[in-house]
């Protein structure tokens, strides 16, 4: 099945990604990782469109953005997690990596139980030394230490699928909510066409990845089998979501980044009628 997507926002994002859904107060949270900033906007139902309600800045990159349910954020800096509460005052929660290496960080997402992960990209030449981060109560856990670019997470079950972009890789482990106990990284599949980049889940338990240097959303069951395209006509197609009141609009992130002449629609979102539904995305249980 092949679909197409729309241009959803008039605003353009040099590294749009990260698309989160709200639901409790019906709003749509993305970063621009690139300028440091965290987005909020409303979701037109109807129409697809996306109108931008605020946003919030922060010293150097932004990899991710998350929320609880009383509407307070978890924002991936450069290198630390921030909680930004409601007032505003924005506290460091925790250092991810150490002063002095030259990585940032980038995806991350809030798990069944409301744990918040986050992993990591390198900066310089460094090759298979990211980390895969949970932020639990007493600090953080490693689950992986040997990626080249963590990227896309996902849960369904009691699995827990993360994207390695470089090698193209979508992995796979058991995961247990309650315990936060994990098993071991396998190789779910590999992507050869194209980066895979950020990724949801629908109610089936359908991966949908983002293809980053392919403008297009892949729609793969957890053996790998694609199932549907989404076409952005925006090379760098960075991540997507489920969003909307019936969580069936599949919004999509985009990124003008390494495009000398970018098209009309780059660094846009987008967003798509795909005929499934997603699951409502965790909030972030606030420490």
């Known amino acids: ?78 290198a630390t997690l921030i909680r930004v509460d409601l007032d505003g005052r924005r506290t460091e929660l925790a250092r991810v990596l150490p002063a002095g290496v030259h990585s940032r960080l980038n995806d991350g997402a809030v798990d069944p139980a409301g744990r918040f992960l986050i992993g990591s990209l390198a900066q310089d030449d460094r090759f298979g030394q990211e980390v895969l981060a949970r932020l639990e109560e007493t600090g953080l856990i490693y689950l992986d230490t040997d990626l080249v670019l963590s990227n896309g997470l996902a849960w369904f079950g009691d699995r827990l699928y993360n994207v390695d972009t470089v090698p193209g ?10 315990t936060g106990r994990t ?21 089936d338990g359908n991966l949908w990845i983002a293809i980053w240097g392919r403008g297009r959303v892949e729609c793969r069951t957890p053996k790998g089998e694609l199932l549907a ?8 197609t960075s991540s997507a979501t489920f969003a909307g009141p019936s969580l069936d ?26 005929g499934v539904r997603g699951l409502p995305t965790p909030y972030w249980n606030p420490l």
């Open 249 to 274: 609009t599949l919004v999509i992130t985009t990124s003008t980044q390494h495009l000398t002449e970018p098209g009309p629609g780059c660094g846009r979102l987008f967003t798509a009628k795909v």
């Open 169 to 178: 890789t979508v992995c796979a482990r058991d995961y247990d909510p309650a």
């Open 183 to 203: 098993g071991p990284r396998r190789e779910a599949f590999t992507i050869t066409d194209g980066k895979p980049d950020g990724m949801c889940v629908d109610a």
């Open 1 to 78: 099945m092949k679909l197409t997507a729309t241009p959803a926002s008039a605003g353009v994002y040099a590294l749009g990604e990260g698309p989160v859904w709200d639901a409790a107060r019906q709003r749509l949270l993305w970063v621009d990782i690139i300028t440091g900033t965290v987005h909020e906007g409303l979701l037109d139902a109807a129409t697809g469109q996306v109108t931008s309600t605020g946003a919030q800045t922060f010293d150097g990159t932004v990899g991710a953005v998350a929320v609880s349910e009383d509407g307070r954020l978890i924002v991936a800096g450069q």
């Open 229 to 236: 395209t989404v076409e952005t006509g925006a090379p760098h």
